[in-house]
T-cell receptor, first 112, second 115 residues
Framework: EAQVTQNPRYLITVTGKKLTVTCSQN?????MSWYRQDPGLGLRQIYY???????DKGDVPEGYKVSRKEKRNFPLILESPSPNQTSLYFC???????????FGSGTRLTVV | AQSVTQLGSHVSVSEGALVLLRCNYS??????LFWYVQYPNQGLQLLLK??????LVKGINGFEAEFKKSETSFHLTKPSAHMSDAAEYFC?????????????FGKGTKLSVKP
């Protein structure tokens, strides 16, 4: 089944403890992206990648890192999480620039 | 700068009534436009997309949207609402050039359907 898989689905962590949310797609898509969703703010793009080793900042990149070493994987790294990064995170991918993104099921992160 | 504005954070309709969700965009270049739906505790699902081939776009679940360049609008409609349409709907924009991976979302409209 064609899909975007993110793990974990739920995560509770403490301030300052490094974490990684994994994202993998099995559709050979060129583009991948990370979004966070917060009530009243909609979805805001954190980072996106147009191909292996090509990444760019979205609208809210502060406090996050990404890497694209393989086409299928696009992990999101929080080096030192803070409570304001508590949010619902979505990974997404698309084949080319004219396509909409296919979204994963989301990762609900709580930082205490 | 590109932006997407969805008019009305909440819309309520009766079952069988017309659904109209409004989206206006701002872009200096012709955009790709999308509508997504999000059901509770789920990810986003693509309803339809506009990529300049036709101004009236048909999507899944009986939804359609019309691109109007003169009004910079891309409103989503469905002739007859079903209870299963209750969800949050997002309009989104992507530009042809520049940051092609940058899909920009509106803040969403929550649709309620009354029996």
């Amino acid at each position: 089944e064609a899909q975007v898989t993110q793990n974990p689905r739920y995560l509770i962590t403490v301030t300052g403890k490094k974490l990684t949310v994994t994202c993998s797609q099995n559709m050979n898509h060129e583009y991948m992206s990370w979004y966070r969703q917060d009530p009243g703010l909609g979805l805001r793009q954190i980072y996106y990648s147009m191909n292996v080793e090509v990444t760019d900042k979205g609208d809210v990149p502060e406090g996050y890192k990404v890497s694209r070493k393989e086409k299928r994987n696009f992990p999101l790294i929080l080096e030192s999480p803070s409570p304001n990064q508590t949010s619902l995170y979505f990974c997404a991918s698309s084949l080319n620039r004219g396509d909409g993104y296919t979204f994963g099921s989301g990762t609900r992160l709580t930082v205490v | 700068a590109q932006s997407v504005t969805q008019l009305g954070s909440h819309v309520s309709v009766s079952e069988g009534a017309l659904v109209l969700l409004r989206c206006n965009y701002s872009s200096s270049v012709p955009p790709y436009l999308f509508w997504y739906v999000q059901y509770p505790n789920q990810g986003l699902q693509l309803l339809l997309k506009y990529t300049s081939a036709a101004t009236l776009v048909k999507g899944i679940n009986g939804f359609e949207a019309e691109f109007k360049k003169s009004e910079t609008s891309f409103h989503l409609t469905k002739p007859s609402a079903h209870m299963s349409d209750a969800a949050e709907y997002f309009c989104a924009l992507k530009n042809y050039g520049g940051s092609q991976g940058n899909l920009i979302f509106g803040k969403g409209t929550k649709l309620s359907v009354k029996p």
